[in-house]
């Protein structure tokens, strides 16, 4: 069980990494193209571009292992205070696989346009400019799946065990 608490606190810390790199990239790009538009009357071709397509999905999709790890998408609360300590064990483990298979649906879903757009080369023109965006279709289901994940060893790692 240690081993899988060490590998999991590893993806959460890549993902906090992953995630501030987007929001520092994001903010160098859009004030450099800022800057430049105003001072030079040059702007960054295609920036809307690039940070509707790669920046926001990251920041969208890249996080939800790390929002499921403090318990933060899918809790059942209505009947938590009718139940006793054992039975709440279940039921937040019942949760889990029901989260679990659907975040591995999503990633299959996900995954499978992902590689339908890889396929055919998706891109969108900006400026006179040809922007690839199916490497931006990958970022989804790596979202999803590293959701699957922490919710899967949510599955065999509660938060708190019950009381027998």
């Not at 960054?44 to 690039?50: H, R």
């Not at 499978?112 to 055919?120: D, I, Q, R, V």
Request: overall charge positive; cysteine-free; proline content about 6%.
């Amino acid at each position: 069980m240690r081993m899988l608490s060490r590998v999991q606190n590893g993806l959460l810390a890549l993902l906090a990494l992953i995630g501030a790199l987007a929001i520092l990239t994001l903010m160098i790009h859009v004030v450099t193209d800022v800057v430049l538009r105003n001072t030079v009357n040059t702007p960054i071709p295609a920036t809307y571009e690039i940070v509707t397509n790669y920046y926001m999905v990251a920041l969208a999709f890249i996080p939800l292992a790390w929002v499921e790890r403090g318990g933060g998408m899918v809790q059942v609360e209505v009947i938590d205070p009718f139940l006793n300590d054992h039975t709440r064990h279940w039921s937040d483990r019942l949760v889990a696989l029901i989260s679990t298979v659907i975040y591995a649906g999503l990633t299959w879903v996900t995954f499978l346009t992902a590689m339908k757009n890889f396929k055919t080369g998706t891109f969108v023109m900006a400026q006179n400019v040809s922007l690839p965006t199916w490497p931006a279709y990958y970022l989804p289901p790596l979202g999803f799946a590293l959701a699957t994940l922490i919710v899967a060893l949510r599955i065999i790692q509660p938060k708190a065990e019950p009381k027998s």
